[in-house]
Each structure stands twice: as C-alpha cells, then as structure tokens.
C-alpha cells in the first residue's frame, strides 16, 4: 500500500500543527483570563489608514479595496482617499464620543504623505501600528526575501522615525505573508502581528529571530468583508456585531474574558449614511458593563502573553 | 468522461412506499460537522489549487480554519450539546493524529465519525484508483483505530471525486466490514430522502442527503447569506420536510463547520434555528449510520422494487 506520489505523501502528519510557528493549543483548556476591573470583553478597534498607488503593480490577489479599474481608476482612488480627508475625522469623532481609544494601522507611505492626519493622530496619543508601506507593497512567497525585508525595514523605520512612537505592532497590507514574514518582521522589532486569525485572544508565536505575539484581527468581522465582500446591509453589520459581542460575553460567564477585535475602514465606514450605524453600534457595545474598551497593546499586556 | 455517472434511477418524489422512522417521527434530522485540517502548505494537485487567494502560504484561509479547532470545534460541541445532538462528523483522518483532544471530546459524547478523507488539502483528482484506495484505507484505518469505531460514511475530501469514488469506498469498506455493515455517501445531492446506489461490485450502498443548500460554507462564504437568513433558511427547509414527513419519512441534514456556523456572530442564529427545529414532537435525532441501517433494514428493498417497476430514467 506505499505509494509515491507525492499527493499521499504527508511530511507534516503529527501530533499539534503542521508548522512550528506555535503550539497547538484549544481555547477551553486554557487558564481563564482576568481583564482589568473583573470586565468580561475586551473591545479593541482598530482602524486603518490606508495609501492606494494609482498605478498598482501586484495582482497577485485582489487587495480589498484596491484599484480594479483600468489605469487610471480614478474612481476608487479617490474614493480611498476621501476615508484620509474626510472619513477618518468622522470616525475620530465618534470613537472619542464612546470613549474607545483604538489602534491606528498605518501605511508608512500615508504617514509620509498626509502629515497634518499623521499630527493629528500623534497628538491625539492613539497607538499606530506599522500597516505596510502602501496598499500596492504586498507580503507574500511570490515576492523576493530581500525585497519584502527592506519593505518592512522602511515601514518600521519611516514610521518611528515620523510619529516618534516605539511601533510595535504589524498588520500587513491585505493580511498576507510570505513564509518569512513572521521572521522577518522580529528582526525588525516589531512585537506583536494581527494578519492570524486563528485564535479568539493574544497567543504566542514563534520565529527564527525571537517570539512575537499574534494579536487576531477578525476577518470575519471586519467592515471592508461584511459589507464589501458579503454585500450585507450596514443593519446587518451591526446585528452580527452585537451578536458576536453578546455571544461572547456569555462565554465569559464561565470561560474568562474575552476579546471582541473591530476592523474599520474610513474611506467605508466613514461615509455618511454609515457612520451613523458605526455611532449607534459602538455606543450600545460600551453601554454593557462587561465590555472593556482598550487598544492593542493594553489587551496583550492584560492577556498575560509576553511580548 | 460519462454524460451520467449511472450511480441511480429516475425516481419521483411521488407514489413512493412511505418510509417510516422510528417512532413514527416525520423528519430524520442529522448534523454533519465537517472536522477538518488544511495543511500549511500542500502539495499542488494539478487539477485543484488548495490555497487560492494566494501562493502558499495563504494565511488568511489556513488560520480561519485552524481557529475553527481552537476555538470553533467546543463552541460546536456545546450548542449541539443543549439539544442533545449527536454529531456525525465528517472527519478529516489526519486530525486524529494533529488534533488527538477533538477526537477524544467526539468519543465522550458518542459521535459518529465518518470519512472525509486524510486531509481537506488533499483531493481525489491526479490519484490512481490503487491510490485512492490507498487514501480510503487511510482514513477507515484510523477512525478504527483512533475514534474506535467502524466507518460507515463517507464524503469525499473537499467534494473532490473521481468516476470511481463510490465504487472504491463500498469495496474498501467491505474488506473491512465485511458484506452487511451499512454503508453510505452523502456525496449526491438529488434528493431529500435516502436512494439505493448502484455500484459496480453490486455492494449494497446507500445516499444518504446532505444538503449543499444548507451547507454553512456554501451559504456563508459562496452564497454570501447573513446569519438570520441562515438561520431561517434552516428553518424554512425544515417545516417543509416536517410536512411532507407525515405521507412518508423526510432526511434533514445540516452540514456545518467549526469555522463558520459557531463563530461569534453567527452561533445565535444557528442556536435558535435548533432550538425551533428540536421544539417540534416528530423529529428523530439520529446519525448518518443510524438514518443509512434503518433505511437498509426496513426500506431498501421496497425502494429497489418500486424503482425497477417504474419507467425508468436517469
């Protein structure tokens, strides 16, 4: 019954996963969480500012939101950038009225472009993630080792260098990596990734150069794929919003805190006949008691996992 | 290439002999969890890419799928567990190696465990059939030996098939089960009551449905539904499956995943959508083996009859 093809031949078939990234671990056997003043959810926002390059190179996937038009899209180049001008202070406005501090992704070329929104968002002491160079620098085995290294050097460089904060965290533009990447982004102290979305809480992970801390960033809830990808109503946005925040809160009861992780888009979220869904949402999620609004950084630390 | 793969006869869904289920229930409701790993970075089989959206890795895909073993697979168990659901888990065999915890948690709640091949990364395509014989034996071989039970399903590993795919799990199957372990495959989706197959050893085997309709990832990922018009389209196809039960016993299959139907957003409208299938008197919760031997005991042979008397068609 041996065979030689390789389709049957399974290197990897063993107890845990089939990589070494991290240990193979269920939810439920794990200690119960505490988060800070007996809370049950830990609510962390994030919002992403994002630079799309009208002339777009790599068509490896389609980035969300990324141009699709023939050159010159003019339509949804301008439409990304209406969420830098327009949307991101509608946001601000309304995550400061519910008393949310989120975490701000950040290409390193936005910040390069939009100084006064890079001020802005400085002055206001919001923690900002490295989110890539752009929109059209993508993370994944297609491109050279040497060439997604200096992408990441020059994001985490630039973006200290221009906010003067420590930038300790990474979602990747697209949420894709190569095989290095993991690597390749502790070399460049960088502290914890949001691009797995394989765990409901903060988790440690492994790489040749040092241990990072995964931080999943739902997909699965963020705007760009409820609305853009599944083409669901903004009410229907909220409704699994909520639900997902009561669900969680419930589990809680009797498995220890949770983490309920809001991805938002400006140029999506911020339009006007959206942002009054956003407003309502995020006022009826930190109306529970149980719901603790904090950012990225602060969930890790309380998590309990080292970065 | 066939234009029809011969696998069974015109049958209408009319003037059938009335099957009847165990206590005169109406509707045989099952859940099919589908247990499955997607390797980091498979093989490329020539006829199916794994990882679509992107050269491997594919972080998005594979980490929303290892998040359903995580942390999806107990949050499934505990919502079938308040309806007193036994699962019949689509299984994918390498998980008992990986993820040995999920098959032990399976075991305590009396879960059928049927194939669902070696790997969900691996296909039935660009393989001989001494080859997937081969992947077949695998994945019999270690619900056997790890989950402690005769396979009697099977679903082919990301629906992939050959011509002979049903031919080869009947005469695995027989090989190790012998001539009268009931057998099924609820690889077809032509109809919602179970039909005799042909296969070309004459073993005796049945189809079993599961509906694609209903299935979460179809519906969530291909369909693009929200979670209420899941909710209520599981509920809308079992009050028609509910009714016409009454002339002659109806299959309800709703096959899920750890990884769609039991994420946070989504577990309410799945919750309450059992909560009203179970709150109806003539359901029989039963699974896949246990709907597959009541049809082979009591009701296959008259099906036989009543298809061979009919005009016939395919």
């Given at each position: 019954m041996t065979t030689k093809n390789p389709l049957l031949q399974y290197a990897h078939r063993r107890y845990g996963m089939d990589h070494d990234r991290y240990e193979w671990s269920m939810l439920k056997d794990r200690p119960a969480i505490e988060w800070p003043a007996g809370k049950k959810v830990a609510l962390w926002v994030n919002v992403s500012l994002q630079f799309f390059p009208l002339a777009q190179t790599d068509k490896t996937f389609p980035v969300p939101g990324g141009m699709r038009m023939p050159y010159p899209d003019l339509r949804h180049f301008s439409l990304r950038d209406y969420g830098n001008r327009v949307g991101i202070y509608r946001i601000l406005k309304v995550l400061d009225a519910h008393g949310i501090k989120p975490t701000i992704a950040m290409n390193a070329d936005l910040a390069t472009r939009c100084p006064a929104l890079r001020q802005r968002i400085v002055d206001r002491g919001d923690e900002i993630i490295a989110h890539g160079l752009n929109m059209d620098a993508l993370h994944h085995s297609g491109i050279d080792p040497t060439l997604e290294s200096e992408r990441i050097k020059t994001t985490v460089d630039t973006l200290r260098d221009l906010t003067g904060q420590a930038i300790e965290g990474w979602l990747s533009p697209g949420k894709s990596q190569s095989f290095d990447t993991p690597d390749l982004l502790a070399e460049h102290g960088i502290g914890y990734q949001c691009d797995w979305v394989n765990d409901a809480l903060p988790y440690a992970f492994r790489t040749r150069n040092g241990p990072l801390v995964a931080m999943p960033l739902s997909t699965e809830l963020e705007d760009t794929h409820i609305l853009?990808?599944?083409?669901?109503s903004e009410d229907s946005y909220v409704e699994q919003v909520e639900d997902a925040c009561r669900f969680l809160l419930t589990e809680a009861e009797t498995q220890g805190g949770r983490m309920l992780a809001l991805s938002i888009h400006p140029w999506l979220m911020g339009q006007p006949h959206r942002i009054g869904k956003l407003d309502a949402l995020l006022g009826r999620l930190t109306d529970h008691e149980g719901v603790w609004s904090a950012t990225a950084s602060e969930i890790i630390a309380a998590s309990g996992v080292r970065v | 290439m066939k234009a029809d793969p011969q696998f069974y006869d015109y049958w209408a869904y009319e003037n059938r002999p009335r099957i009847q289920w165990p206590n005169g229930a109406k509707v045989a409701l099952w859940v099919a969890p589908n247990f499955e790993y997607y390797e980091f970075d498979p093989p490329k089989n020539p006829f199916r890419t794994p990882w679509k959206r992107t050269p491997n890795p594919d972080i998005a895909g594979y980490s929303i799928r290892d998040y359903g073993n995580r942390v999806g697979a107990e949050r499934q168990m505990a919502i079938l567990d308040r309806f007193g659901i036994r699962a019949s888990v689509s299984l994918s065999a390498a998980l008992c190696d990986h993820h040995p915890e999920i098959i032990e948690m399976c075991k305590a709640r009396d879960y059928e465990l049927f194939s669902h091949g070696v790997y969900n990364t691996r296909y039935n395509y660009a393989l001989s059939e001494q080859e997937e014989r081969t992947m077949l034996r695998d994945s019999i071989e270690a619900i056997l030996e790890k989950g402690g039970q005769a396979c009697s399903g099977y679903l082919a590993p990301a629906l992939s098939h050959s011509e002979h795919t049903l031919d080869l799990f009947a005469e695995v199957s027989t090989e190790f089960f012998g001539p009268d372990a009931p057998l099924y495959s609820c690889d077809l989706f032509h109809d919602d009551q179970p039909t005799p197959l042909r296969t070309r050893s004459g073993r005796r085997l049945v189809s079993i449905p599961y509906s694609l309709e209903l299935n979460d990832t179809i519906a969530y990922v291909v369909n693009k539904v929200t979670p209420r018009r899941y909710g209520q389209m599981l509920r809308d196809a079992f009050d028609v499956l509910y009714a016409e039960g009454a002339e002659s016993g109806t299959v309800m299959c709703i096959p899920t995943h750890n990884y769609q139907v039991t994420c946070p957003h989504r577990a309410a409208a799945f919750t309450e959508a059992l909560e009203y299938i179970t709150g109806h008197e003539d359901v029989w919760l039963a699974t896949g083996r246990e709907i597959a031997a009541h049809f082979l005991d009591h009701h296959y042979d008259e099906a036989q009859a009543a298809i061979a008397a009919g005009l016939g068609g395919t």
């Amino acid at each position: 019954m041996t065979t030689k093809n390789p389709l049957l031949q399974y290197a990897h078939r063993r107890y845990g996963m089939d990589h070494d990234r991290y240990e193979w671990s269920m939810l439920k056997d794990r200690p119960a969480i505490e988060w800070p003043a007996g809370k049950k959810v830990a609510l962390w926002v994030n919002v992403s500012l994002q630079f799309f390059p009208l002339a777009q190179t790599d068509k490896t996937f389609p980035v969300p939101g990324g141009m699709r038009m023939p050159y010159p899209d003019l339509r949804h180049f301008s439409l990304r950038d209406y969420g830098n001008r327009v949307g991101i202070y509608r946001i601000l406005k309304v995550l400061d009225a519910h008393g949310i501090k989120p975490t701000i992704a950040m290409n390193a070329d936005l910040a390069t472009r939009c100084p006064a929104l890079r001020q802005r968002i400085v002055d206001r002491g919001d923690e900002i993630i490295a989110h890539g160079l752009n929109m059209d620098a993508l993370h994944h085995s297609g491109i050279d080792p040497t060439l997604e290294s200096e992408r990441i050097k020059t994001t985490v460089d630039t973006l200290r260098d221009l906010t003067g904060q420590a930038i300790e965290g990474w979602l990747s533009p697209g949420k894709s990596q190569s095989f290095d990447t993991p690597d390749l982004l502790a070399e460049h102290g960088i502290g914890y990734q949001c691009d797995w979305v394989n765990d409901a809480l903060p988790y440690a992970f492994r790489t040749r150069n040092g241990p990072l801390v995964a931080m999943p960033l739902s997909t699965e809830l963020e705007d760009t794929h409820i609305l853009m990808n599944n083409l669901h109503s903004e009410d229907s946005y909220v409704e699994q919003v909520e639900d997902a925040c009561r669900f969680l809160l419930t589990e809680a009861e009797t498995q220890g805190g949770r983490m309920l992780a809001l991805s938002i888009h400006p140029w999506l979220m911020g339009q006007p006949h959206r942002i009054g869904k956003l407003d309502a949402l995020l006022g009826r999620l930190t109306d529970h008691e149980g719901v603790w609004s904090a950012t990225a950084s602060e969930i890790i630390a309380a998590s309990g996992v080292r970065v | 290439m066939k234009a029809d793969p011969q696998f069974y006869d015109y049958w209408a869904y009319e003037n059938r002999p009335r099957i009847q289920w165990p206590n005169g229930a109406k509707v045989a409701l099952w859940v099919a969890p589908n247990f499955e790993y997607y390797e980091f970075d498979p093989p490329k089989n020539p006829f199916r890419t794994p990882w679509k959206r992107t050269p491997n890795p594919d972080i998005a895909g594979y980490s929303i799928r290892d998040y359903g073993n995580r942390v999806g697979a107990e949050r499934q168990m505990a919502i079938l567990d308040r309806f007193g659901i036994r699962a019949s888990v689509s299984l994918s065999a390498a998980l008992c190696d990986h993820h040995p915890e999920i098959i032990e948690m399976c075991k305590a709640r009396d879960y059928e465990l049927f194939s669902h091949g070696v790997y969900n990364t691996r296909y039935n395509y660009a393989l001989s059939e001494q080859e997937e014989r081969t992947m077949l034996r695998d994945s019999i071989e270690a619900i056997l030996e790890k989950g402690g039970q005769a396979c009697s399903g099977y679903l082919a590993p990301a629906l992939s098939h050959s011509e002979h795919t049903l031919d080869l799990f009947a005469e695995v199957s027989t090989e190790f089960f012998g001539p009268d372990a009931p057998l099924y495959s609820c690889d077809l989706f032509h109809d919602d009551q179970p039909t005799p197959l042909r296969t070309r050893s004459g073993r005796r085997l049945v189809s079993i449905p599961y509906s694609l309709e209903l299935n979460d990832t179809i519906a969530y990922v291909v369909n693009k539904v929200t979670p209420r018009r899941y909710g209520q389209m599981l509920r809308d196809a079992f009050d028609v499956l509910y009714a016409e039960g009454a002339e002659s016993g109806t299959v309800m299959c709703i096959p899920t995943h750890n990884y769609q139907v039991t994420c946070p957003h989504r577990a309410a409208a799945f919750t309450e959508a059992l909560e009203y299938i179970t709150g109806h008197e003539d359901v029989w919760l039963a699974t896949g083996r246990e709907i597959a031997a009541h049809f082979l005991d009591h009701h296959y042979d008259e099906a036989q009859a009543a298809i061979a008397a009919g005009l016939g068609g395919t």
